[in-house]
């Protein structure tokens, strides 16, 4: 089994640690534990590439460089079993496969609401009809929503933070985030940094307000961290780390972040 955290442990053994002291003992940057939002990771890849997955271990790799990577934590929805038998094993089986990897993956179920989807292709923009009635065409959809995965990870940003002897890199593009962002380098005194990473269309664009720096993803840096594992089938744990091993001295060089927060 290949195990990326031996030497310090994985960040999900540190969240249960005792506090230490607010003073950083190893100069800033120069351990990270990478956060990362798969929903919304999926969602932005998909709109930007047409294809959703990432892998969070070349991702996670690619984003600290050469700083120490201590942790990966990877937050994932889990399809109804029932609804949705082939894609929950899909899932199951991407997930199973990445915590052999040693990344921590918390995974939280679907709420699952019943809506009206328009189905009708010459509605027009509603912030130019305000007011307006209109007679379409719609069907009723089972949609799946997230459900307590965003303030998990949150919750979990606060406790490692509490520790104050790593730097955060969040890799979403929520801007629920920044909340947790701007509150967590305060409460340590400055001893631990909260960076962001999203995906956008040509790496650049964008800082998330309250984040110390923003890592800008762009097509370069997706098509080094993309999933092609085939999850729609059993996967060999083995054969999956010697891929994701053999792929990460190939990467790009690092990213160079964008210094500073605000939009």
């Known amino acids: 089994m290949l195990h990326l955290f031996d030497r310090h442990g994985p960040a999900a053994d540190r969240l249960t640690q005792p506090r230490r002291s607010f003073e950083r003992a190893l100069a800033p940057g120069e351990r990270v534990v990478v956060f990362i939002d798969d929903p919304n990771v999926s969602r932005a890849c998909t709109k930007l590439h047409g294809h959703g997955v990432v892998h969070p271990v070349l991702l996670a790799q690619r984003l600290v460089g050469d700083a120490h990577l201590v942790g990966i934590r990877f937050y994932a929805d889990i399809p109804d079993r029932s609804a949705f038998p082939d894609r929950a094993a899909m899932v199951a089986r991407r997930n199973g496969a990445i915590a052999t990897l040693g990344v921590t993956v918390v995974e939280r179920p679907l709420r699952y609401v019943y809506e009206w989807e328009i189905v009708d292709d010459d509605v027009p923009d ?22 307590g995965l965003d303030l998990a990870l949150a919750l979990d940003v606060q406790a490692l933070a509490s520790e104050g002897a790593m730097d955060v890199d969040i890799v979403s593009g929520d801007t629920d985030f920044c909340e947790v962002a701007s509150r967590v380098p305060d409460a340590t005194h400055g001893a631990v940094a909260v960076e962001a990473a999203l995906f956008t269309a040509s790496g650049r664009g964008r800082c998330l307000e309250a984040f110390g720096r923003t890592h800008r993803l762009g097509p370069e840096d997706f098509a080094a961290v993309r999933d092609d594992f085939d999850y729609r089938r059993p996967v060999d744990p083995a054969l999956l780390a010697a891929r994701i091993a053999s792929a990460i001295p190939r990467q790009a060089q690092p990213l160079r972040p964008a210094v500073g927060g605000g939009i």
């Open 126 to 147: 509603p912030r130019d009809h305000g007011g307006e009635r209109r007679l379409v065409a719609a069907r009723c959809r089972r949609r799946g929503r997230e459900k």
